[in-house]
């Protein structure tokens, strides 16, 4: 069965350095989205991408965020200057723009910031 | 803009009893309506949605839900609960399908007695 399929699993980075969570979304899928959970509180929207760009994005989501499609099958959630408060696990969904709003979820990359 | 409020943070039942989670939701347009399970240290797993058509939506691991459009209700319900249903349960709305994200509620966690 098609999965989202997400890395790395887990992250360790210090405050201040870059990150990239990468994911490979379900292969005809035409909607991609990022989500945030950190621990323990809700799931999150941070932002969606269709037609390679951003259609939609939350307060969360400013300038040190970025997305990107580099390719035909990634895509990457950037984090310029990471920030104790970045840690938290970020999934990544997709969806084929069918008639059922149903989001495909990755596992999940868990992100801790030091 | 639309909004989900789930009660009760934890539930406790015991093995056999009634599962009931509730949710209500907030929207200005007719919403699609999901509840998503999170088993530890794992992604988001869909278990069952309403879109249209019938309002009694039933999906996998015996549990089912009802859309109440006078109540703006989607509660999630299991007649006898097991061990292995022991998970975060989040219930989520959409106001239209494909580019629009899903708001989550601030989901409740099933604790299964033996």
């Known amino acids: 069965e098609p999965e989202v399929t997400q890395t790395p699993s887990h992250q360790v980075t210090q405050m201040g350095q870059e990150v990239i969570l990468r994911c490979v979304p379900i292969?005809?899928?035409?909607?991609f989205y990022w989500y945030r959970q950190i621990l323990g509180q809700k799931v999150e929207f941070l932002v969606s991408?269709?037609?390679?760009?951003?259609?939609?994005k939350s307060e969360i989501f400013d300038d040190q965020f970025s997305v990107e499609r580099p390719d035909g099958s990634n895509f990457t959630l950037k984090i310029r200057s990471t920030k104790l408060e970045d840690s938290a696990m970020y999934f990544c969904?997709?969806?084929?723009?069918?008639?059922?709003?149903?989001?495909?979820f990755g596992e999940g990359s868990r992100l801790t910031v030091l | 803009a639309q909004s989900v409020t789930q009660l009760g943070s934890h539930v406790s039942v015991s093995e056999g009893a009634l599962v009931l989670l509730r949710c209500n939701y907030s929207?200005?347009?007719?919403?699609?309506l999901f509840w998503y399970v999170q088993y530890p240290n794992q992604g988001l797993q869909l278990l069952l949605k309403?879109?249209?058509?019938?309002?009694l939506v039933k999906g996998i691991n015996g549990f089912e839900a009802e859309f109440k459009k006078s109540e703006t209700s989607f509660h999630l319900t299991k007649p006898s609960a097991h061990m292995s249903d022991a998970a975060e349960y989040f219930c989520?709305?959409?106001?239209?399908?494909?580019?629009?994200?899903?708001?989550f509620g601030s989901g409740t966690r099933l604790q299964v007695q033996p």
């Open positions: 969904a997709s969806n084929g723009g069918g008639n059922t709003g149903e989001l495909f």
């Open positions: 292969s005809n899928h035409l909607y």
């Open positions: 991408f269709y037609n390679n760009e951003i259609s939609e």
């Open positions: 929207s200005s347009v007719p919403p699609y």
């Open positions: 309403y879109t249209t058509g019938a309002t």
């Open positions: 989520a709305v959409s106001v239209s399908t494909g580019r629009r994200a899903l708001t």
